[in-house]
């Protein structure tokens, strides 16, 4: 419908523009190339990415712009400069092999994509930079993999250099790894690289190969709440998790978690802690649930889609304890609304622990429930929380630039 395209458009637009009038502002000459990488939201399959699972995200219309410009003027050592207005700083990140660590904050995922880069393709050209982005910092929707990403559109387009897209997502997963140490699977940065407007993407992230889930009708919308809130526990609670998982497999003797039958995890009941069986009923459960849910989405059999949206929360709040008490209250009201009022499922999406919810609601019903969630969030937890809906993004490319 050209009403949703043109909305989007409109956003990612007035943010390009944004970046090239700092860029100017900041260096004195127009941008050579702009690039954009969304963000993500997931629907169902959370934590399974890095135990062999299915996940279905989608891009959303929320994106990391970044603009760039060779700098002649350095000579030496060639290095990059890149000026986040947002966080109003300028990071130096040098551009030889010098680059063996993370110098912290944001300069992290960047460093590591370049350092990725380096090692695959032997040289970057000295540039300057600007990154604009209004995917929320830390809100669970994947800012980081989306600036990896749009660092790594970047240096394409710098270079000449074109990687597969397989590749610049696993060279991004790899960044994430060695310079910001968090153990991620491949979901946020496969999104970011391989979104498509009008579709889910059902990602079997032991082949890595995509499957769409056609995502085209206007009458269903993805609403996605940010509790604000944000839990220190993220790094240390995933690597936990991750490692959690991979000892459980290891007791049951098993080389994949999805040769994992859940009668396999009851058997096995004896040799687990308490809470190994809990993580790993949470990794069984949920790949099943996540290819329900893929084929009731395609099939428009709304109220499975809902019902495993819902026990997808119940066993990430339960099993693997990575939700927290505001998520389970954005949850909780969702499902006390009546299904009348047009909600057909919640839960929370990303890593946890804090960040955002995914709500999948009538289109005709959102606006009321959009107010009512946040409305209702406010009066039980003090919180103003923050709502917006996407449809399916495109996802990382490069901009044509008009003067
Ligand atoms: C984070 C990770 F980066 C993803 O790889 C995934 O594991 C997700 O948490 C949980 O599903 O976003």
Not at 245 to 258: D, F, H, M, P, Q
Request: charged share 20%; with cysteine; proline share 3%.
């Amino acid at each position: 419908a050209p009403s949703r395209s043109h909305h989007s458009t409109c956003s990612l637009n007035e943010l390009v523009q944004k970046a090239c009038q700092w860029h100017v502002e900041r260096y004195q000459v127009e941008p050579e190339h702009v690039v954009a990488a969304p963000g993500r939201v997931n629907l169902i399959g959370e934590h399974i990415d890095y135990n062999d699972g299915y996940v279905m995200p989608m891009a959303i219309e929320r994106y990391v712009v970044m603009t760039a410009s060779t700098n002649r003027q350095q000579n030496s050592t060639a290095s990059a400069r890149l000026y986040s207005n947002d966080l109003s700083e300028t990071i130096n990140i040098p551009l030889d092999r010098s680059l063996q660590q993370a110098s912290g904050g944001w300069a992290s995922y960047v460093e590591g994509v370049v350092a990725g880069f380096l090692e695959r393709f032997g040289s970057i050209p000295a540039f300057d930079g600007v990154v604009a982005s209004d995917v929320p910092i830390g809100g669970g929707l994947s800012s980081s993999a989306a600036l990896e990403v749009a660092t790594a559109t970047m240096l394409e387009a710098l270079t000449g250099h074109r990687m597969e897209l397989t590749d610049k997502a696993l060279l991004c997963q790899q960044a994430e790894h060695r310079f910001a140490g968090v153990p991620c699977g491949v979901m946020d940065q496969f999104s970011s690289v391989f979104g498509k407007p009008d579709e889910l993407m059902l990602l079997d992230c032991r082949s890595n190969d995509i499957t769409a889930v056609p995502f085209a009708d206007d009458a269903m919308t993805v609403l996605i709440v940010n509790s604000c809130v944000k839990h220190n526990l993220t790094g240390g609670e995933y690597a936990t998790r991750r490692r959690q998982c991979e000892e459980t497999l290891a007791v049951l003797g098993s080389e994949s978690w999805r040769d994992v039958r859940l009668a396999d995890l009851e058997n096995a009941q004896p040799d687990l802690t308490d809470e190994q069986f809990r993580r790993g009923r949470h990794v069984v459960t949920e790949i099943i649930r996540t290819g329900k849910a893929a084929d009731a989405f395609a099939n428009g059999r709304w109220s499975d889609v809902g019902h495993a949206m819902y026990a997808s929360h119940e066993s990430l709040r339960d099993d693997f304890e990575v939700s927290c008490q505001e998520l389970d209250q954005l949850v909780e009201i969702a499902r006390s609304m009546d299904a009348s009022e047009g909600v057909i499922g919640s839960r929370m999406t990303g890593g946890g622990f804090g960040g955002c919810t995914v709500t999948l609601v009538k289109t005709e019903n959102v606006a009321r429930v959009q107010n009512h969630l946040l409305n209702e969030y406010k009066r039980r937890s003090g919180i103003r929380g923050e709502a917006f809906s996407s449809r399916p993004a495109l996802g990382a490319h490069a901009i044509a630039i008009t003067r």
